[in-house]
């Protein structure tokens, strides 16, 4: 009888170390490797499969930037600013809202692609050029409010520090002016990390494709051929921007935060605006990243394979954490500035929680603690990629309510009650705020078809490093080290 069980115990045994390591390549993306030739086959075909649905919304989208966004923009001009809600006492409405949500967003490509490779968090290899095109499309959304703002745009130059005859210079003080110079640095930077990183699948693409994409490709991609000296400079080059670019990104926020914290106003002079921008802007920028990642996922050919649960699992840790860290800041802002003592103040912060905008204050709390507190604890939810939409999208409404909530609503109550007032947007503020999300939409449906969404080099230099190596019966992952 003993002799009969133990053979059927070995196979039992052995079937069940295979399962494992089956389930092991199924879950993770760097253990279920893919020759080199079928990745980049199906990366080329989600750029050239396209669909009537997606010329659609392109057009559509494109129909709507057009109208929305420089039609109503157009009618400001000409109109003049008084069609805008903007009047005393909230000289910053809807419009400067935007552009620190929208400059909030392009964090997330920093963050997922930069801090993330110096930290060596492998699960970013395949959308780290998804996080980097939010980068640079959420800079070109929001760099279109300072000139929104300033009305009489055909003076922008004012913002610009050059030197002229008459000597005449920019007023440094302007927070315009700091915006100008934060979002053109931020802006060229990361268009280069973005670049960077591209050159090979551009190369690969070059070598799959014809006529006109033949030709651009073959531009961009520099004559690149893979040889071991591109390969090593490849590498330094964006080594050395990744740890460059890290400082630039929490100076760009933390000068949007001086352009609150240096006012006098009632509710601004805080000195821990510039961590807690910070970590709201990368809250929001990751929810994005895990929005764009289940779009992408759902109406993409083959993004199936490279976007997967560990994904999300992954993002949706980083999401609870950071959500933490703003609530931390958020409850602290709020204490010490009720304990300051300033009777201002504390009216302002009793206000936002039982004045006529009250609810904006809840939907804030809402959406960016009690939401994910609630739900990302559980690895179930993390790894159910339309929940995680879900969850995502509302903590960027509970973000953009925090901007409204620290702008429009706290300049509407200040220290003389003769001037208190309820800012109202108009219809032509939100037509460019609609407006500017189809321009967002309207480049990244243009650039899906453009580049490359997944580093196919990246991804594969991953598998190679990640192997499942068999210790007695059993197999074990193991990740070798890469320089």
């Known amino acids: 009888m003993a002799a009969n069980v133990k053979p059927f115990l070995g196979a039992h045994s052995s079937n069940h170390v295979e399962s494992e390591a089956e389930e092991l390549r199924k ?18 075909d989600s750029m050239q499969h396209t669909t009537k649905r997606y010329w659609i919304f392109v057009i559509g989208f494109g129909l709507a930037v057009a109208v929305l966004l420089f039609g109503a923009w157009g009618y400001m001009i000409a109109t003049g600013m008084g069609v805008a ?5 909230v000289f910053w409405g809807v419009f400067i809202v935007n552009l620190v949500f929208w400059i909030g967003i392009s964090h997330a490509g920093t963050f997922v692609s930069a801090i993330l490779r110096v930290f060596k968090a492998e699960f970013r290899r395949p959308f780290t050029r998804a996080a980097e095109l939010m980068t640079t499309f959420g800079l070109a959304a929001g760099a279109l409010y300072p000139l929104v703002h300033l009305g009489r745009v055909w003076t922008f130059y004012w913002m610009v520090p050059y030197p002229n005859a008459r000597w005449l210079w920019p007023n440094f003080r302007s927070p315009l002016v700091w915006d100008f110079l934060a979002i053109t640095t931020y802006l060229l930077s990361s268009t280069i990390y973005l670049y960077l990183p591209l050159i090979p699948d551009l190369a690969m693409a070059r070598d799959r494709s014809s006529g006109v994409r033949h030709f651009f490709y073959r531009i961009f991609s520099l004559g690149w051929r893979g040889t071991e000296s591109e390969w090593f400079r490849l590498r330094k080059a964006i080594g050395i921007f990744a740890f460059a670019i890290i400082p630039v990104m929490f100076s760009v926020h933390t000068i949007v935060s001086w352009d609150f914290a240096v ?4 509710g601004w002079q805080s000195t821990i605006f510039g961590p807690y921008f910070i970590i709201g802007a990368i809250l929001s920028g990751v929810s ?3 929005t764009i990642l289940y779009i992408l996922r759902s109406t993409m050919k083959n993004m199936d394979y490279f976007i997967r649960k560990e994904h999300f699992d992954a993002l949706g840790k980083l999401i609870l954490i950071f959500s933490m860290a703003w609530a931390y800041f958020f409850f602290n802002e709020y204490l010490l500035s009720w304990y300051g003592g300033q009777e201002v103040v504390r009216s302002l912060l009793t206000l936002h929680a039982t004045g006529p905008s009250a ?3 809840y939907v804030m709390l809402i959406c960016n603690v009690a939401i994910p507190w609630l739900f990302l604890w ?3 939810v993390r790894r159910t990629p339309w929940l995680m939409f879900i969850i995502t999208i509302f903590v960027n409404i509970g973000m953009y309510a925090e901007r409204y ?7 509407g109550h200040q220290r003389m009650p003769f001037d208190w007032g309820i800012y109202n947007p108009t219809i032509i503020e939100a037509s460019i705020s609609v407006g500017t999300m189809c321009l967002f939409i309207f480049l990244y449906l243009l650039a899906s078809k453009a580049i490359p969404l997944v580093p196919v080099w990246e991804v594969q230099e991953g598998q190679m490093a990640h192997t499942l190596r068999k210790v007695g019966k ?3 992952p193991s990740v070798a080290e890469l320089d």
């Open 85 to 89: 809600g903007i009047r005393r006492p």
């Open 359 to 361: 609810w904006v204050w």
């Open 474 to 476: 059993t197999e074990i």
């Open 263 to 266: 006012s006098v106003v009632a």
């Open 288 to 290: 994005a990243v895990v």
């Open 27 to 44: 879950e993770h993306l760097m253990f279920d490797p893919m020759p080199r030739d079928e990745m980049n086959k199906m990366v080329m």
């Open 405 to 411: 909530t620290i702008i429009p609503l706290t300049l």
């Open 378 to 380: 559980s690895k179930k």
